[in-house]
C-alpha cells in the first residue's frame, strides 16, 4: 500500500535512535532537523520502504543517509562491521557520485573524531569512470556504501566476484529518481531493483525527488509489486513552493518580424549583461552542442569578460578530470559563468549560483524548477532565473511554463511500460548470471512497476528473439 506519512517525529525521538557520536555530530552541526527528516529518519530506521518529496536545499540526502551511518557506527563500535556491501546510493549523474562521496567525508571523519577512534565505514564510487585498479582494491576490500549509477549497477550484478559483496545489501538509495522514473533508464534501473531483490532478498528503498507528479506513481515504481499486489511505501511530501522570482525574456523588440542574425546577436548582449550583473551565473542550453557553442561565443565576443579562468563548460561528454574542475571551481567562487546542457540541473553541491539562465524552453514545469532551484539553493532562499527566448513558439511555451511554475502546476511524469527493448537486455544479463527456470523470470520480471502488465505472449516472444527463432 501506498501511504502518506505525515507525523513529525521530535528531535528527541529521533535522537533516541541514533547512536550517541553520530548524535553529538548532528547536535555540533545543527540546531534542529528540517521538516523532511522529522518525517523520514525514523521511518528508515524501521526499514520501512520510503518516497521523500521535498524541495532543493531541505536536506533529504543526510535524510536518506543518517540512519544508516548510525546503523554501520553501531556495528562498527561492536566489531560487527563485515566487509560487504549495506548501502547502494544510486544516481543519475557520476558528478551527483562524486559529490556525495565528497560530501559523506566530512560527516564520517567528523564522527570518528567524537569517537577518537577509526571506526572503518568506508564508501567508494563505482561508475564507467572508475579504473581498472580502484575496482580490484573493492573486490579485495568491499565499501560499506557503494555509490554507482543505474547502468553501472546491471553491470554488477552479472560479474560473479562482486555479486558476492552485494548478497546482504540492506538499503538501496536512488536519488533525483524523478528523472529516472520518466525515460528508459529507469525502466533499466526497476528490472535491476528486482533482481537485487532475488540475489539479496527484501531489502529497504528509499527514493528522493524534488518536486515531481503524480507522487503515488513514483512510489510505486520505487517499490514494485509482490505477485500483483504493490509493496509497503511511505511517501512524505514536504511541498512549499520556494519564492521565484522568474522572468521570460525576449532579446529583440519584436520576435515576430527580427531576422536570425539580429536575434543571435540580442541574445549574446543579453545574456553578458545578465552575467555582468551577477557574481556568478548558471546556464543551461539542453544540448552540448550548444553548451561548447556558447561558451566559445562568449569569449568570442566578449574577450574582455572572459576567458578559460573565469568561463567553464560542463556536460557529461567531457572527461572526469575537467568535469571535477569546473564542479570544484563554481564552488569555490572561482566561475563568472557556468554553461551546462543538463548536467548540473540535479542536486550537485556546486556552491551559491546568483542567477539560473535558461536558454529556450526546459520543456517542462518542473525541469524549470529543478533548474531555477539551482539558485539561492538554501532553504526559504530566493531562486532567481531568467528564460530567453528566440523565436514566437518558445516565447508563448515560455510564458505559459513560467505562469504554471508561479501558480504550482506540475507537469506529470509518463513512466515508460513495458519496453521490450529493455527487456531483452535484462533476459540476456540474467542468462550469463546463471540458468533460471522461464516461469520464475517471468514472475521476477513482473515485479518490476514497468512491467506488472507483460503478457506471456509479448515475454516469450521476446525470448525466442533472443534465441534466433525470428
Given at each position: 500500500?501506498?501511504?502518506?506519512?505525515?507525523?513529525?517525529?521530535?528531535?528527541?525521538?529521533?535522537?533516541?535512535?541514533?547512536?550517541?557520536?553520530?548524535?553529538?555530530?548532528?547536535?555540533?552541526?545543527?540546531?534542529?532537523?528540517?521538516?523532511?527528516?522529522?518525517?523520514?529518519?525514523?521511518?528508515?530506521?524501521?526499514?520501512?520502504?520510503?518516497?521523500?518529496?521535498?524541495?532543493?536545499?531541505s536536506g533529504k540526502t543526510l535524510t536518506s543517509f543518517l540512519s544508516i551511518i548510525s546503523e554501520l557506527t553501531t556495528l562498527s563500535e561492536k566489531g560487527?562491521?563485515?566487509?560487504?556491501?549495506?548501502?547502494?546510493?544510486?544516481?543519475?549523474?557520476?558528478?551527483?557520485?562524486?559529490?556525495?562521496?565528497?560530501?559523506?567525508?566530512?560527516?564520517?571523519?567528523?564522527?570518528?573524531?567524537?569517537?577518537?577512534?577509526?571506526?572503518?565505514?568506508?564508501?567508494?564510487?563505482?561508475?564507467?569512470?572508475?579504473?581498472?585498479?580502484?575496482?580490484?582494491?573493492?573486490?579485495?576490500?568491499?565499501?560499506?556504501?557503494?555509490?554507482?549509477?543505474?547502468?553501472?549497477?546491471?553491470?554488477?550484478?552479472?560479474?560473479?566476484?562482486?555479486?558476492?559483496?552485494?548478497?546482504?545489501?540492506?538499503?538501496?538509495?536512488?536519488?533525483?529518481?524523478?528523472?529516472?522514473?520518466?525515460?528508459?533508464?529507469?525502466?533499466?534501473?526497476?528490472?535491476?531493483?528486482?533482481?537485487?531483490?532475488?540475489?539479496?532478498?527484501?531489502?529497504?528503498?528509499?527514493?528522493?525527488?524534488?518536486?515531481?507528479?503524480?507522487?503515488?506513481?513514483?512510489?510505486?515504481?520505487?517499490?514494485?509489486?509482490?505477485?500483483?499486489?504493490?509493496?509497503?511505501?511511505?511517501?512524505?511530501n514536504i511541498n512549499y513552493l520556494k519564492d521565484l522570482d522568474m522572468e521570460v525574456m525576449c532579446p529583440v523588440s519584436d520576435i515576430t518580424i527580427a531576422?536570425?542574425?539580429?536575434?543571435?546577436?540580442?541574445?549574446?548582449?543579453?545574456?553578458?549583461?545578465?552575467?555582468?550583473?551577477?557574481?556568478?551565473?548558471?546556464?543551461?542550453?539542453?544540448?552540448?552542442?550548444?553548451?561548447?557553442?556558447?561558451?566559445?561565443?562568449?569569449?568570442?565576443?566578449?574577450?574582455?569578460?572572459?576567458?578559460?579562468?573565469?568561463?567553464?563548460?560542463?556536460?557529461?561528454?567531457?572527461?572526469?578530470?575537467?568535469?571535477?574542475?569546473?564542479?570544484?571551481?563554481?564552488?569555490?567562487?572561482?566561475?563568472?559563468?557556468?554553461?551546462?546542457?543538463?548536467?548540473?540541473?540535479?542536486?550537485?553541491?556546486?556552491?551559491?549560483?546568483?542567477?539560473?539562465?535558461?536558454?529556450?524552453?526546459?520543456?517542462?514545469?518542473?525541469?524549470?524548477?529543478?533548474?531555477?532551484?539551482?539558485?539561492?539553493?538554501?532553504?526559504?532562499?530566493?531562486?532567481?532565473?531568467?528564460?530567453?527566448?528566440?523565436?514566437?513558439?518558445?516565447?508563448?511555451?515560455?510564458?505559459?511554463?513560467?505562469?504554471?511554475?508561479?501558480?504550482?502546476?506540475?507537469?506529470?511524469?509518463?513512466?515508460?511500460?513495458?519496453?521490450?527493448?529493455?527487456?531483452?537486455?535484462?533476459?540476456?544479463?540474467?542468462?550469463?548470471?546463471?540458468?533460471?527456470?522461464?516461469?520464475?523470470?517471468?514472475?521476477?520480471?513482473?515485479?518490476?512497476?514497468?512491467?506488472?502488465?507483460?503478457?506471456?505472449?509479448?515475454?516469450?516472444?521476446?525470448?525466442?528473439?533472443?534465441?534466433?527463432?525470428?
Open positions: 500500500m501506498i501511504h502518506e506519512q505525515t507525523k513529525n517525529y521530535s528531535k528527541k525521538a529521533i535522537y533516541k535512535i541514533l547512536h550517541p557520536w553520530v548524535r553529538e555530530w548532528f547536535d555540533n552541526k545543527f540546531d534542529d532537523f528540517t521538516p523532511a527528516q522529522k518525517r523520514s529518519i525514523i521511518e528508515i530506521h524501521k526499514n520501512k520502504n520510503i518516497l521523500v518529496s521535498s524541495p532543493t536545499g560487527k562491521l563485515e566487509d560487504k556491501v549495506y548501502c547502494i546510493y544510486i544516481s543519475p549523474l557520476k558528478a551527483l557520485d562524486n559529490d556525495i562521496e565528497k560530501n559523506l567525508d566530512e560527516p564520517l571523519r567528523e564522527i570518528e573524531e567524537i569517537a577518537g577512534k577509526p571506526l572503518g565505514i568506508r564508501k567508494a564510487v563505482r561508475t564507467g569512470d572508475t579504473t581498472q585498479y580502484q575496482r580490484q582494491k573493492m573486490l579485495k576490500v568491499p565499501p560499506h556504501i557503494l555509490i554507482t549509477t543505474p547502468e553501472t549497477l546491471s553491470i554488477l550484478l552479472v560479474a560473479p566476484k562482486f555479486r558476492e559483496k552485494l548478497s546482504h545489501v540492506k538499503y538501496v538509495i536512488i536519488d533525483e529518481i524523478h528523472s529516472l522514473a520518466e525515460n528508459k533508464r529507469g525502466v533499466h534501473l526497476s528490472l535491476s531493483l528486482e533482481r537485487l531483490q532475488h540475489l539479496v532478498g527484501h531489502f529497504t528503498r528509499i527514493g528522493l525527488s524534488a518536486t515531481v507528479s503524480p507522487l503515488d506513481e513514483v512510489a510505486r515504481f520505487l517499490v514494485g509489486y509482490e505477485y500483483g499486489v504493490e509493496r509497503d511505501c511511505e511517501v512524505v531576422d536570425e542574425e539580429d536575434t543571435r546577436l540580442g541574445l549574446y548582449s543579453m545574456l553578458d549583461d545578465l552575467i555582468q550583473e551577477n557574481k556568478t551565473t548558471l546556464i543551461f542550453t539542453n544540448t552540448r552542442s550548444g553548451t561548447e557553442r556558447f561558451v566559445y561565443n562568449l569569449k568570442k565576443m566578449f574577450p574582455m569578460n572572459y576567458n578559460s579562468k573565469n568561463i567553464m563548460a560542463h556536460h557529461s561528454s567531457l572527461s572526469k578530470e575537467v568535469r571535477l574542475e569546473t564542479e570544484n571551481s563554481l564552488k569555490e567562487g572561482k566561475l563568472k559563468a557556468v554553461v551546462s546542457s543538463t548536467s548540473l540541473e540535479l542536486g550537485i553541491d556546486i556552491g551559491y549560483i546568483d542567477l539560473v539562465v535558461l536558454i529556450n524552453s526546459p520543456k517542462s514545469v518542473s525541469r524549470a524548477l529543478q533548474r531555477i532551484g539551482r539558485s539561492g539553493h538554501r532553504l526559504h532562499e530566493k531562486s532567481r532565473g531568467k528564460i530567453i527566448v528566440t523565436d514566437r513558439d518558445d516565447l508563448v511555451e515560455c510564458s505559459i511554463l513560467l505562469k504554471n511554475a508561479k501558480e504550482g502546476k506540475i507537469d506529470n511524469i509518463q513512466i515508460p511500460k513495458n519496453c521490450l527493448d529493455v527487456l531483452a537486455q535484462h533476459l540476456y544479463g540474467m542468462a550469463i548470471e546463471n540458468v533460471w527456470d522461464i516461469d520464475y523470470a517471468y514472475d521476477v520480471i513482473r515485479k518490476s512497476y514497468c512491467y506488472k502488465d507483460l503478457t506471456r505472449d509479448d515475454y516469450e516472444d521476446v525470448l525466442s528473439y533472443m534465441g534466433g527463432e525470428n
